[in-house]
T-cell receptor
């Protein structure tokens, strides 16, 4: 079956660094996406990885290891506005997105 | 980035009535549109996938006669919740995808802002 796992909830302190992990088992792999979703709003795109390694984009970085079926989203210099759910999604062999349940990130002052 | 709009943003209707939600891609042609439902504190649940000009493909457990999807053009898809009941109250989100499967970013999904449906 297809499965994407990520922690349900994480808490971090403003100004700190947090890493949100995602492991996956899917039928085929055509890239991994990270989305941010604030409460009551639709998801917004953060990053896309299809090759192994780290992709950096400002305060956010995303890492992928295809052999391990593993990715993480790294958020640096956390701000209160980063409090949101972070969704990991994998494109399968049919180019459909398989979604994780999301990680709720709580930022404390 | 690509922009997707949804209308209405929120709607309250009485049980037994039907509600239509529109999803539009404003600056690109959406070959595929997706309809999701999200209950409070839960993740997105894919309801159906629709390709322009063809019938929608519904996920298991989603009643196609209750959730009517029309994707008549490359920029518009509609979801009609027929005979709505309180248990249909949810956050409905559409996303759109352009391009072909051979392009790296072709299946990045651009999300609309969502429609909050409350059935009383």
């Amino acid at each position: 079956g297809q499965n994407i796992d990520q922690p349900t909830e994480m808490t971090a302190t403003e100004g700190a660094i947090v890493q949100i992990n995602c492991t996956y088992q899917t039928s085929g792999f055509n890239g991994l996406f990270w989305y941010q979703q604030h409460a009551g709003e639709a998801p917004t795109f953060l990053s896309y990885n299809v090759l192994d390694g780290l992709e950096e984009k400002g305060r956010f970085s995303s890492f992928l290891s295809r052999s391990k079926g593993y990715s993480y989203l790294l958020l640096k210099e956390l701000q209160m506005k980063d409090s949101a759910s972070y969704l990991c999604a994998v494109g399968d062999s049919n180019y459909q997105l398989i979604w994780g349940a999301g990680t709720k990130l709580i930022i404390k002052p | 980035g690509a922009v997707v709009s949804q209308h209405p943003s929120w709607v309250i209707c009485k049980s037994g009535t039907s509600v239509k939600i529109e999803c539009r891609s404003l600056d690109f042609q959406a070959t595929t549109m997706f309809w999701y439902r999200q209950f409070p504190k839960q993740s997105l649940m894919l309801m159906a996938t629709s390709n322009e000009g063809s019938k929608a493909t519904y996920e298991q457990g989603v009643e196609k006669d209750k959730f009517l999807i029309n994707h008549a053009s490359l920029t518009l898809s509609t979801l009609t919740v027929t005979s709505a009941h309180p248990e249909d109250s949810s956050f409905y989100i559409c996303s759109a995808r352009g391009g072909t499967s051979g392009e790296i970013f072709s299946y990045e999904q651009y999300f609309g802002p969502g429609t909050r449906l409350t059935v009383t």
